[in-house]
């Protein structure tokens, strides 16, 4: 056995391990139930806690969660809008301004079918004014597909003709969609004149600096969306990200975090124009995150509360195997899992299993071991075919998986290469799509971003 040298094979079998949980039941019901009170369907008509967040270390399953709550959820629930990103995705630059992340979600909400023109025309007049001098082309922006979803779904923007006309002739100067998106903003400020929304009774978006729009972004996109709920009232949204540590605080500043817990303030606590609570639209938005670290939004509470958010927000650790886990995981499920595609890897797993456990041990606290990396390891033994030995292993995950990346270099350069081709492309992959989401080459963002070293 020598390893397979099918690309469409590996494929399959990275898609069929997503499907592959081992021992979590537990999230997945949680999930569940989430999801169940939230479409009103539940032993409640809302979430108790309308903040669900899964942290823990990589490697344990969590963007495989994530991905597959997405393949089945919209199924089950048919009424729920599931607005769905992994920061991964980004660029390093995208995720640390706010304003792009949240021009991410709004793209995500319009994959979703919710669209969102306020913060449509507040994103127009930012890339203006942050690319000051440059001719604004469609096609080099995420604006075009949004712009063209709006305009054939949306009803506040499709009676401008110009909107389609610009669209199909990308080669338009600035000014003209300039003059678009102000029609879009009157349009949309007339429709949403009972909104009372502040910063509209002095001067235009046209007007105000990158500071103010970026100030305001995450209040316009939240009325975005409860309009939309408003006037759809058998809908509930479960917006959804994964890699959510990448919005922590870092050397640039916190506004990237700060900004997104704005954003889900509005949702999960929402409030008229006057500012008492709307019941009407109370437990109708909720959100569901996966990242590593526990979520600490209670520092940027203004009154200095201690917990500020422990009535919205749900955390549950996810932790690795104990050692009766890992060792029920490799002889059941996973290899149940290599049966139907490549059974010479099953008495090898058997063969060499004290071998990897050692190799996968956290050794934090006591043995715990990863999913991820008991996987790597029958990826390895797959991959040498008769060449494996346990020394191949190495003595702890991190070596495990540079050897992994090491022998696939040399023994299957052109599966490396392709490997390597994937990670580097995958956020413009699921540009092109429209950011349809697929499941990550190898299973988890953290190896396709090492193959990018």
Not at 61 to 75: N, R, V
Not at 274 to 297: H, N, V
Not at 368 to 391: C, H, K, N, S, W
Request: charged letters at 30%; one cysteine or more; glycine letters at 6%.
């Amino acid at each position: 056995m020598s390893g397979t040298a099918s690309p469409h094979v590996d494929e399959m079998r990275h898609v069929d391990w997503l499907a592959l949980f081992a021992d979590r039941d537990e999230p997945r019901a949680k999930i569940s139930e989430f999801m169940h009170d939230l479409a009103g369907t539940g032993t409640r008509t809302r979430p108790r806690f309308p903040i669900l967040q899964f942290y823990g270390v990589s490697g344990q399953g969590k963007t495989s969660l994530f991905y597959q709550t997405q393949l089945e959820a919209p199924h089950r629930f048919p009424h729920t809008r599931f607005a769905a990103l992994d920061l991964a995705d980004l660029s390093a630059a995208r995720a640390s301004e706010p304003v792009e992340v949240l021009w991410d979600i709004t793209h995500a909400l319009a994959n979703a079918g919710i669209m969102a023109p306020l913060a449509l025309c507040l994103y127009a007049h930012y890339w203006r004014k942050q690319n000051a001098g440059q001719e604004f082309r469609l096609q080099d922006s995420p604006l075009r597909d949004y712009l063209e979803r709006c305009a054939r779904g949306c009803e506040i923007l499709s009676p401008f003709a110009e909107l389609i006309h610009l669209i199909s002739d990308v080669g338009q100067a600035a000014f003209k969609l300039v003059a678009v998106i102000e029609k879009c903003w009157a349009a949309a400020r007339s429709r949403t004149h009972e909104l009372r929304i502040k910063d509209l009774r002095g001067n235009e978006p046209g007007e105000w600096g990158p500071e103010r729009i970026e100030g305001s972004f995450p209040e316009f996109l939240a009325l975005d969306i409860l309009a939309h709920l408003k006037a759809h009232g058998d809908q509930s949204l479960c917006l959804m990200l994964d890699t959510v540590e990448r919005l922590e605080p870092e050397s640039r500043g916190d506004s990237c975090e700060r900004l997104f817990q704005d954003l889900c303030s509005r949702l999960v606590d929402p409030r008229d124009e006057s500012g008492q609570r709307s019941d009407e639209l109370r437990g109708r938005a909720a959100i569901l995150l996966f990242g590593r670290e526990k979520l600490r939004w209670q520092r940027y509470d203004p009154h200095g509360s201690p917990d500020p958010w422990g009535k919205y927000i749900e955390t549950y650790e996810i932790v690795g195997f104990s050692k009766p886990d890992a060792q029920d995981f490799l002889r059941k499920d996973y290899a149940e899992f290599w049966k139907t595609r490549s059974e010479e890897v099953v008495p090898r797993l058997l063969a060499h299993e004290q071998a990897i456990l050692d190799a996968a041990d956290e050794r934090e606290g006591g043995s715990t071991y990863l999913p991820y990396y008991l996987r790597l390891a029958g990826e390895m033994i797959y991959e040498q075919g008769d060449r494996f030995v346990t020394e191949m292993l190495g003595r702890s995950p991190d070596e495990m998986q540079q050897r992994f990346l090491k022998y696939l270099r040399e023994r299957s350069p052109d599966k490396f290469r392709a490997l390597r081709t994937l990670a580097l492309a995958r956020p413009m992959v699921h540009l092109a799509r429209g950011r349809h989401t697929s499941s990550p080459p190898m299973g988890t963002p953290s190896s396709a971003r090492r193959c990018q070293e």
